[in-house]
C-alpha cells in the first residue's frame, strides 16, 4: 500500500457527524422523491456501506436496508465475518446513492433515480467520505458501484478489492451486488462464487477485523 491509497487517520468528529446527519435528514432538494429521508444515523466508522435508494418500506420503519434485500444482506455479513444485524448497524455508516424512495414506476418496481438526482445526493456522500475518511467502503448493487468506477457488468468487478481515492480522500473498494431477490445474478455459474469471495475480501479486511474486535 502506497501512500495515495493508504488510509488517512480517522477524524472521529462525533458531533460534526450528527450535525451533518440532521442536516440529511431535512433534505427535500429532490421534489421527484418521496420524503422522509432514510438514514442509518450517525455512526462513526472507517467502513462505510452504500445502497442504491430506499424502497416503500425503508422510511416507515425508519432505516436503510429494513426489508427482505437487508435480510439477505445481514445473513452474508454474519455468515462470512460474524457480524450480525446489531452489530453491523451500530458498527457501520450506511450512505446509499440516494437517500429517499424514488417511488414506483407505471409499469411496476421502483423507480430508478434520475441523474439529476444522483448528483444532488452525490453531495451528502462526498461529504461522509470527508468526514469519515473510511478505509474500507463496500457499495451495493450496480447503481452504487457505478458511482466509484465504471461497472457494465458485475463479473468484472464483484470479488475484487480496489484501491481507490475520492476527493482526496483514498479507500479500499469491495463491490457487492444487490441483495434484492430481483437481482439473480448473485445466483448464476459465475455470480455465486465471486459473491463468496467478495464476502471473503470484506471479512479479512483491517477495517472488518477492527470492528469484530470491538464486541
Ligand atoms: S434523494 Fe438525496 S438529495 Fe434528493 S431529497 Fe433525498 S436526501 Fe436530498
Same mark, same amino acid.
Given at each position: 500500500? %502506497? ?7 480517522? =477524524? %472521529? ?7 451533518? =446527519?440532521?442536516?440529511?435528514? /431535512? ?15 450517525? =455512526?462513526?466508522? @472507517? ?9 416503500? $418500506?425503508?422510511? /416507515?420503519?425508519? *432505516? ?10 445481514? @445473513?452474508?455479513?454474519?455468515?462470512? +465475518? ?25 409499469? !411496476? !418496481? ?7 438526482? &444522483?448528483? $444532488? ?15 474500507? =467502503? ?16 458485475? #463479473? !468484472? ?5 480496489? *484501491?481507490? #481515492? ?7 473498494? &469491495? ?10 445474478? *448473485? ?16 471479512? %479479512?479486511?483491517? +477495517? &472488518? /477485523?477492527? &470492528?469484530?474486535? #470491538?464486541?
Amino acid at each position: 500500500m %502506497n501512500s495515495k491509497t493508504k488510509p488517512l487517520p480517522p =477524524v %472521529n468528529d462525533k458531533a460534526g457527524l450528527i450535525k451533518h =446527519v440532521e442536516s440529511l435528514l /431535512k433534505c427535500r432538494r429532490c421534489p421527484e422523491m418521496h420524503p422522509p429521508v432514510v438514514s442509518g444515523g450517525p =455512526v462513526l466508522s @472507517r467502513v462505510m456501506l452504500v445502497g442504491q435508494a430506499p424502497g416503500d $418500506k425503508e422510511p /416507515k420503519l425508519g *432505516r436503510p436496508f429494513a426489508w427482505t434485500a437487508g435480510k439477505t444482506l445481514f @445473513r452474508w455479513f454474519n455468515e462470512a +465475518a460474524g457480524i450480525d444485524e446489531a452489530k453491523f448497524r451500530a458498527s457501520v455508516y450506511m450512505a446509499a446513492v440516494c437517500r429517499c424512495f424514488p417511488g414506483k414506476k407505471a409499469s !411496476g !418496481g421502483d423507480r430508478v433515480p434520475s441523474p439529476e438526482e &444522483i448528483k $444532488k445526493c452525490s453531495a451528502w456522500l462526498d461529504r461522509e467520505l470527508e468526514m469519515l475518511r473510511p478505509a474500507l =467502503v463496500i457499495p451495493v448493487g450496480k447503481l452504487a458501484i457505478a458511482q466509484f468506477m465504471e461497472a457494465d457488468k458485475l #463479473n !468484472g468487478v464483484v470479488g475484487q478489492v480496489f *484501491r481507490l #481515492n475520492r476527493g482526496g480522500v483514498p479507500f479500499d473498494l &469491495i463491490p457487492l451486488p444487490h441483495s434484492s431477490g430481483a437481482s439473480p445474478w *448473485r445466483y448464476s455459474a459465475a455470480g455465486k462464487p465471486l459473491l463468496a469471495k467478495a464476502l471473503l475480501l470484506i471479512a %479479512n479486511h483491517p +477495517a &472488518i /477485523k477492527e &470492528i469484530k474486535g #470491538n464486541k
